[in-house]
T-cell receptor, first 113, second 112 residues
Framework: GNSVTQMEGPVTLSEEAFLTINCTYT??????LFWYVQYPGEGLQLLLK?????DKGSNKGFEATYRKETTSFHLEKGSVQVSDSAVYFC????????????FGQGTTLQVKP | EPEVTQTPSHQVTQMGQEVILRCVPI?????FYWYRQILGQKVEFLVS????????KSEIFDDQFSVERPDGSNFTLKIRSTKLEDSAMYFC??????????FGSGTRLTVV
């Protein structure tokens, strides 16, 4: 079945450091891929998405490229801020049309001043 | 920006009691979902709802769970007889399509 694997957290970085959070997936067909962010005490917010191979999703300085050959969708940001501290979830939506999302286990990012 | 609204934000209930979690999806959305997140664990799909019926449900969504869209604006999740292991954050979500939908801020359910 479909699954998503994220790198273990927590990830602790200093402000302005480069961020990579790895995400790989297993899926049949052509899934859509997403990154969601959960700030403390809040719900899930869509950060970015990509719907086909080689697409790059980007938002708020974050970006991720859908790599079919390596089944990956790694999240990157060139210079993190303290306000980026949150839990980041990689997710996929399979080829079916119900819209069901399969989430990774989440990666906690802590950015220190 | 339109929001998905969930009430209450926190509910405490006794084991064996029925609870109803309420959601108001974004008004022109057609697809509706419930997910849950047990503390410290991953977000898990419960059920999807489209065209006034369940389109998919997970193995978690057993006979104790039901969903309803009673009046065209609310979308509810009912748990008939709560168990301790039902304690979790429950998220409602809605979308115009089945892609990249909007989540509510969640209801924290505590079963004691």
């Amino acid at each position: 079945g479909n699954s998503v694997t994220q790198m273990e957290g927590p990830v602790t970085l200093s402000e302005e450091a480069f961020l990579t959070i790895n995400c790989t997936y297993t899926a049949t067909g052509y899934p859509s891929l997403f990154w969601y962010v959960q700030y403390p005490g809040e719900g899930l917010q869509l950060l970015l998405k990509a719907t086909k191979a080689d697409d790059k999703g980007s938002n708020k300085g974050f970006e991720a490229t859908y790599r079919k050959e390596t089944t990956s969708f790694h999240l990157e940001k060139g210079s993190v801020q303290v306000s980026d501290s949150a839990v980041y979830f990689c997710a996929l939506r399979g080829s079916g049309n119900t819209g069901k999302l399969i989430f990774g286990q989440g990666t906690t990012l802590q950015v220190k001043p | 920006e339109p929001e998905v609204t969930q009430t209450p934000s926190h509910q405490v209930t006794q084991m064996g009691q029925e609870v109803i979690l309420r959601c108001v999806p974004i008004s022109n959305h057609l697809y509706f979902y419930w997910y849950r997140q047990i503390l410290g664990q991953k977000v898990e799909f419960l059920v999807s709802f489209y065209n006034n019926e369940i389109s998919e449900k997970s193995e978690i969504f057993d006979d104790q769970f039901s969903v309803e869209r009673p009046d065209g604006s609310n979308f509810t999740l009912k748990i008939r007889s709560t168990k301790l292991e039902d304690s979790a954050m429950y998220f409602c979500a809605s979308g115009r399509t089945g892609d990249g939908y909007t989540f509510g801020s969640g209801t924290r359910l505590t079963v004691v």
